[in-house]
């Protein structure tokens, strides 16, 4: 069964950190190009950051540039947000989401999302 899984979510005050997870089963996390992406509440998704499979070329949206960086363990088939410095702006559900194409189709998994409050 294809899977992913977040976890690491919670309350912080403005300025503290937090790292989420994003486990994945039933596939190699290394074949698939890699995003968070978060949702505020009352607003549309908003792309947080990416991880390209080729390469391993990362990418971020200019208001987490800085402060947060994206990684995967392959070993544990996990992908990875640290979130440094973090505002109140940065509240919001993140999903992670593994994406890929191939023989004709396409792949997209998505989690069901962590909650991440920053409020003092």
């Known amino acids: 069964e294809v899977q992913l899984m977040e976890s690491g979510g919670g309350l912080v005050q403005p300025g503290g950190s937090l790292r989420l997870s994003c486990a994945a089963s039933g596939f190699t996390i290394g074949n698939y190009d890699m995003t968070w992406v978060r949702q505020a509440p009352g607003k549309g998704p908003e792309w947080v950051s990416s991880l390209n499979s080729a390469g391993g070329t990362t990418y971020y949206a200019e208001s987490v540039k800085g402060r947060f960086t994206i990684s995967v363990d392959s070993a544990k088939n996990t992908l990875y947000l640290q979130m440094n410095n973090l505002m109140p702006e940065d509240t919001a559900v993140y999903y992670c989401?593994?994406?890929?194409?191939?023989?004709?189709?396409?792949?997209?998994?998505w989690g069901q999302g962590t909650q991440v409050t920053v409020s003092s």
């Open positions: 989401r593994a994406f890929a194409t191939g023989d004709g189709f396409e792949y997209d998994y």
